[in-house]
């Protein structure tokens, strides 16, 4: 009798086990790998990446996304569509860990059969195109270094500004596309002078729908009267704050790499912020020619 209950009660889990494997988990296969690089970084490397193809042919598209913690993407490959829940979790502020979970959307069912099999083609393929992720982003962080992250303070400035809205991963030809309101103004006048470096201020940003607003600053001199404005530019004076900092090394359309580390230190270390980077251009890139020797200040307001 005992051994019947035990036999029944055996059957009973491989069941569930076999319920859970075929029809529950969601997912064929899991991969996972640890990254010496922010959670914030990997997290828009993600939503970035496709998979190293031109955009103008689409292999990867974003369903959805949580930051900094999870992305999930459709995965176009051939006649096949996989899914694939990327899931991000903080080691410490310059580590995190990847786990990547992949299904089949045409045969999940059934691929949870064939992965069993030693030479299986989609475990094959699920391998090598976390690999393929992991190797883009190292790759990335080549272009850019990341400094140690201190106490600091934004200075105050008077300046002149344009403000600006466009994707945060866009923020470089947006400041391109803006800087000439803002110099031809400043040429045209003898009276006004740049004072310091350039600076960009953000005043919103939506990391989960990758949209920034933004003044692109430009210090001058005070006066009690300036010459007529252009309609898109406007003047005004900011105050010092308190700011986690560091210094950025690298093109400036990458600049935003170390918003997600100041980010990720302030997270980590249970520093409430305001969210909103400043940063202050030491280098005019048309001048300089190795990137990696550009400088810019890149604060993180503390409230």
């Known amino acids: 009798m005992k051994i019947k209950s035990v036999l029944r009660f055996v059957g009973v889990i491989l069941i569930a086990l076999g319920v859970w494997y075929f029809f529950i988990k969601g997912y064929n296969y899991q991969v996972s790998f640890v990254i010496s690089q922010p959670q914030g970084i990997i997290y828009d490397n993600l939503n970035q990446w496709n998979d190293g193809i031109d955009y103008e042919d689409t292999i990867v598209t974003t369903l959805e996304r949580e930051p900094f913690s999870k992305v999930v993407q459709h995965y176009k490959f051939g006649d096949s569509t996989f899914k694939i829940k990327w899931n991000l979790k903080m080691i410490d502020p310059n580590t995190t860990k990847v786990t990547a979970k992949?299904?089949?959307?045409?045969?999940?069912?059934?691929?949870?059969?064939?992965?069993?099999?030693?030479?299986?083609?989609?475990?094959?393929?699920?391998?090598?195109?976390?690999?393929?992720?992991?190797?883009?982003?190292?790759?990335?962080?080549?272009?850019?270094?990341?400094?140690?992250?201190?106490?600091?303070?934004?200075?105050?400035?008077?300046?002149?500004?344009?403000?600006?809205?466009?994707?945060?991963?866009?923020?470089?030809?947006?400041m391109l596309?803006?800087?000439?309101?803002?110099?031809?103004?400043?040429?045209?006048?003898?009276?006004?002078?740049?004072t310091s470096h350039p600076f960009l201020e953000v005043t919103k940003w939506d990391i989960e729908k990758d949209s920034l607003e933004f003044d692109f600053c430009?210090?001058?001199?005070?006066?009690?009267r300036y010459p007529e404005l252009p309609s898109k530019v406007k003047i005004k004076q900011t105050e010092e704050r308190k700011a986690l900092m560091t210094n950025f090394n690298g093109n400036y359309e990458l600049s935003d790499r170390a918003w997600y580390q100041l980010a990720d230190y302030a997270r980590y270390n249970g520093i409430k912020t305001t969210n909103l980077p400043v940063e202050i251009f030491q280098n005019d890139p048309h001048s300089a020619t190795n990137p990696l020797e550009w400088v810019a200040e890149v604060f993180l307001p503390i409230e």
């Open 102 to 174: 992949i299904k089949n959307e045409q045969n999940s069912i059934i691929q949870n059969l064939l992965i069993l099999l030693p030479d299986n083609h989609f475990k094959a393929k699920s391998i090598s195109t976390v690999k393929k992720f992991a190797e883009s982003s190292k790759k990335v962080a080549k272009r850019y270094k990341l400094n140690d992250i201190k106490n600091g303070s934004v200075p105050a400035q008077h300046c002149l500004y344009i403000h600006v809205k466009s994707k945060a991963s866009e923020k470089a030809p947006a």
């Open 177 to 194: 596309n803006n800087i000439f309101y803002a110099m031809n103004y400043i040429k045209g006048n003898d009276s006004i002078q740049l």
């Open 218 to 224: 430009f210090p001058i001199n005070k006066m009690d």
